[in-house]
């Protein structure tokens, strides 16, 4: 009896224990990922998947979602690593060759995913996830024709498919085609009435079209059937903006900021907003504050913009954005890339011209072979009272050393000499479609319109940036009598970047030429852009006044910085007999006005001097005529990549 009531006890206590948990099950797990990936809930679904290969490692499919999961949050690389597994685990599975393919494109390793891609159809002709990576890899080479081919031969297939209608609607539509594209995405719509997404690809192909009201009513039909939509709040806000209604879309980046604090588009959005508004102080508390959340480009460049055209120069906040230019300018001149670091300097001294840093860019461009520059910018520093001993004593040294410089010689200042012969309009067309940063056009073109402030040729004429229409940009770059206009376009992605720029003659508003960067990886805006100056810069030719004239000897206001060099050989055309090619780059002339001939025999830093020789019997030739480089070579066509915007987009659809 006693030994019962002993154990009674014991047995109510264990009762009270908790249970012991059970076997962790991967199957569980596996099935965990899959309705988080349904609902795109990648961070939930990556963890549970990962869980589930910890506790099996063989288990392939999880293996395979977890892939998709990686290349879904733009994680490429560690997605490549998972799919390789998955494949290795499951050779014959042709949806894990599949996803390695889509993973190779979008890395940019386009002859590996062909590799792959020649694979599967060899075994599976008529693969339908194969079809689509193919047309995703002609896209991604530049052939928007042959994808459009390709979906409308699977089309024919899957008639009812809703990713392949809406596929080649976005591919038409990237093409200009809006009526095909139109089409598709409403068969799209008519097959699939309930989907959010096709609805929220109805609306960014009426935006992109510049049809702002329907496109609102498309994506928030697509809130309608899913309110947690973040890709529709953030196209929502856009649209918004784009029509001119700054609070609403400053409102709708605040719901999704309050949702998601490290978006920094919603960020960027909002800013821009509120600069539309005047509200400037709050804009650059918002800039500053994205920036600490995530060092965006187009946060830093609108930022930096704000403050060169809103503060004083002695603002505080100038000199902090500059502090990290020059950083960036000293960790470049230790690597040796000079380039890099001039424009480091440039662009810091740009938001504090009266930084100390300004003697590092000096010496730059004395060891680039620049003293007289150089000794400029050292005096500009004693004008400043920053000038120490070294400073003056490097000033006395090298005042002594020019001493018998060309310019000097010829008694002329360069800096008072200085002319850019070329007038450049840069304009943001505002009914162009921007996907991650709001207004991105805008954005570009000001930071191009900065950049041309460094160009001796051509100097960037002060206009409005935004531009309602190209007719608009064409009547303000004539009436304000520009030689040419440029209209900037961008397309992005989340890794890289697409910038378009179509230069017009502003005479006529014919075309002169079209000029693309494509650039991934960071800094890519700051490289596109500079890649776009330097490529326009190259395009046009060379415009040089004649400055001084005796004798058979003269003097042009052009030296080595822009290029010229002693043996070269110019025409010297009568002062205002030159016009504007009517379309293209360059200038026509007739035969009769070409006076002589400009040999250059010595070439200074900013001037030049040279032998004249004179065409006829009589000297025409005169002070102020202009001197023009023989017509060059045809520019190369440029190679276009494929728009990292749709591509992005395609991506979104898996």
Sequence with gaps: MKRFLIVWPLLFILTLLPAAPAPANPASYYEQGQEAMLDEDWYTATEALLECVRLNAAHA??????????????????????IRKARFLSRNDMSFANLEAFILIALGQLDAADTVLSGVLSREPYNKEALFASAELDIARGRSGDAITRYREAVKR?????????????????????????QYIKRAMDQHPADYRVYYYAAYLESNAGNLKSALEYVEEALFYRPQYIPGSSLLA?????????EEAGRIADTIIAKNRSDINAWYLKSMAFIQLGRSAEALQLLTTALDIQQDEFVRVSLEELLLSNTPIEDSRRAVSAAWHFDRAREYRKKTLIDQALFEYRRGLRLNPYAKDRTEYADLLRIQGYPARYLEELRFLQDLGMGDRPINDAIETYNALLENALHRRWKVNPVELAKRHWTVAVFSVISQSSFYHADAGATVSSYIKELLIH?????????????????????????ANCDYFITITVTESERDIAIKADLFVARTG?????????RTGNDRFRNAARAIVDSIAAAIPL?????????????????????????????????????????????????????????????????????????????????GDEVLPQPPEPAPEPQLIGDPELRSLLRTLR
């Design 238 to 246: 856009s649209l918004h903006y784009r029509m001119g209604d700054y």
């Design 455 to 479: 160009n001796r040729n051509m100097a960037a004429a002060n206009l409005e940036l935004h531009q309602p229409s190209f007719s608009a940009g064409f009547r303000a770059a004539r009436e």
């Design 61 to 82: 499919q999880a293996t395979g979602a977890l892939a998709e999961c990686y290349y879904a949050l733009g994680e490429f690389d560690q997605s490549l690593i998972w």
């Design 158 to 182: 899957f008639p009812d498919d809703r990713r392949l209608l809406i596929s080649l609607a976005l591919v038409l539509g990237s093409t200009g085609d809006a009526n095909g594209a139109q």
């Design 543 to 623: 415009r040089i006044e004649l400055i001084r004239y005796s004798q058979g000897q003269g003097l042009i206001d052009k030296g080595k910085v822009d290029g010229v060099k002693v043996g070269d050989v110019f025409d010297i055309v009568k002062r205002g007999k030159t016009l504007v090619r009517n379309e293209g780059i360059g200038l026509v002339y007739a035969p009769a006005d070409i006076v002589g001939k400009f040999t250059i025999t010595e070439a200074d830093e900013e001037v030049s001097a040279g032998s004249v020789s004179r065409i006829g019997f009589f000297d025409l030739i005169t002070s």
């Design 510 to 518: 014919s075309s002169a030429g079209t000029f693309y960067a494509y």
